[in-house]
C-alpha cells in the first residue's frame, strides 16, 4: 500500500528553520511582521486566521488582524490595506477569502505594496510568478511542491530527472492554487495538464487524470478522484479540505478531493486530509514573511531548499 506523506513532519522541519531566520533577523534589530486583513463571519478564514496567529506567537513574529465589519465600504477596506503597507512592522500582508460581495478582490489586492504580498496576488507578483521569475509563491502551491520534491528526495531519486518524465496533472484552475501549480510544474520541466470544472462536465476528466504520474487536485469537491481514476503507481498530493456535516449541521471532520481509501490502494504516495499539505501551508505563509522581511533588509533572500535543487530559486 501507498507511502502517506505526513506534511506535519515536514511543517515541523520548515518551523524550526524559520526560527533559526527570525533569530538571524533579531541580530540585525528587525523582527518580521504578519497583518491579516479579514472582513465578515466567514468560518474558514477565522479559523485560518487563528491558526497563522498562533504560528506567529510562536515564531517571535508580530502578528496584527484587521477585522473589518461584513459591511465595510469598499473604499475603506482599501484604506487598510494602504495604512498596513505603510506600516514599517509588516513584512507581509494576507488578504483572507471570501471577502463581502461588495468589495472587489482585484481592486484590494491592486491596492497591496507589491514587496509585501506575501500570496504573490497583486497582477505584478502574478505575473513574475507566471513568467518563472517569482516574488513570493503563493503558500498552498509551495507547499505542494516542497512535499514532492521532498519525496522525491527521500526516496532516492533526483526529482529534476523525474519531473522531466513526468505528466503532472492538476485538477481546478484557481488563482491561489491550481494556477500557480500549473506555472511550478512547468517550471520544474513537468508536461503539464490542467484541468477543471469543464473538463468533469465534458466528461473528459477522468481520461487526464488516468494518464498523471504526479496527481494534484484542489477542487473543493470531495472524494471527486477515486482509485478507478488513476494509474498505479501515481503520487496523488490533495489540496481539498471540504466538511462532512451531521444531520446537525456541525461539522464532524474534514476529508479532501480524493476518496482517500480507494487511492492509497493503487498509489504509490498520497498525502492525507487532515495532515497533508495543511500544515506545511500554514508555515509557509509565515516563511514568505520572513522572506519578506530580509528582503527589506537585503539579505540573501533565501538559503537553497535542498542541496543540488535548484528548481525555483526565488522561494
Ligand atoms: P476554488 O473554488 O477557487 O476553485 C476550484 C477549482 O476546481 C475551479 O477551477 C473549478 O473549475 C474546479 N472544479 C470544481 N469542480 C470540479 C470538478 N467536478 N471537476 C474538476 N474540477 C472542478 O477553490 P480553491 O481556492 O482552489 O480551493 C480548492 C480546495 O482546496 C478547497 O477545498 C479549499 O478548501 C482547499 N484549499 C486547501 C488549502 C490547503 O492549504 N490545504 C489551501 C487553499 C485551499
Known amino acids: 500500500s501507498a507511502h502517506v506523506l505526513d506534511g506535519r513532519r515536514y511543517a515541523k522541519e520548515l518551523r524550526e528553520a524559520l526560527l533559526a531566520d527570525v533569530r538571524e533577523l533579531a541580530e ?96 505584478v507578483n502574478a505575473g513574475l510568478l507566471a513568467l518563472g521569475r517569482p516574488r513570493f509563491v503563493p503558500s498552498t502551491p509551495a507547499s505542494v511542491f516542497h512535499l514532492l520534491d521532498r519525496y522525491l528526495v527521500e526516496s532516492g531519486r533526483d526529482p529534476a530527472a523525474v519531473y522531466q518524465r513526468s505528466n503532472v496533472v492538476v485538477v481546478g484552475r484557481s488563482a491561489n492554487v491550481g494556477k500557480p501549480a500549473i506555472t511550478l510544474g512547468m517550471e520544474r520541466g513537468a508536461t503539464v495538464i490542467s484541468c477543471d470544472a469543464h473538463s468533469y462536465s465534458s466528461g473528459l476528466l477522468y481520461e487526464h487524470t488516468k494518464r498523471a504520474d504526479v496527481l494534484i487536485v484542489a477542487t473543493g469537491v470531495a472524494g471527486l478522484i477515486s482509485a478507478e481514476h488513476v494509474k498505479d503507481g501515481v503520487i496523488a498530493i490533495d489540496v481539498g479540505i471540504n466538511p462532512v456535516v451531521n444531520p446537525n449541521g456541525e461539522t464532524v471532520r474534514l476529508v479532501g478531493d480524493l476518496d482517500f481509501s480507494s487511492v492509497v490502494t493503487r498509489a504509490e504516495a498520497v498525502t492525507p486530509v487532515p495532515g497533508g499539505v495543511g500544515p506545511i501551508t500554514d508555515v509557509w505563509l509565515l516563511r514568505n514573511t520572513v522572506t519578506a522581511a530580509r528582503r527589506a533588509l537585503s539579505m540573501a533572500i533565501t538559503r537553497p531548499l535542498l542541496e543540488g535543487l535548484n528548481l525555483l530559486t526565488a522561494y
Not at 65 to 74: G, M, N, Q, S
Open 28 to 123: 540585525h534589530a528587525t523582527r518580521p511582521g504578519l497583518a491579516t486583513v479579514v472582513a465578515g463571519d466567514s468560518y474558514p478564514a477565522h479559523a485560518y486566521e487563528r491558526r497563522v496567529r498562533t504560528l506567529a506567537r510562536q515564531l517571535g513574529i508580530h502578528y496584527v488582524c484587521e477585522e473589518l465589519p461584513a459591511d465595510v465600504a469598499e473604499a475603506d477596506a482599501i484604506a487598510v490595506v494602504g495604512k498596513l503597507g505603510a506600516d514599517p512592522r509588516v513584512s507581509g500582508i494576507l488578504i483572507l477569502r471570501p471577502l463581502p460581495p461588495q468589495v472587489s478582490e482585484a481592486a484590494l489586492y491592486r491596492a497591496l505594496d507589491p514587496l509585501k504580498d506575501i500570496e504573490a496576488v497583486h497582477p
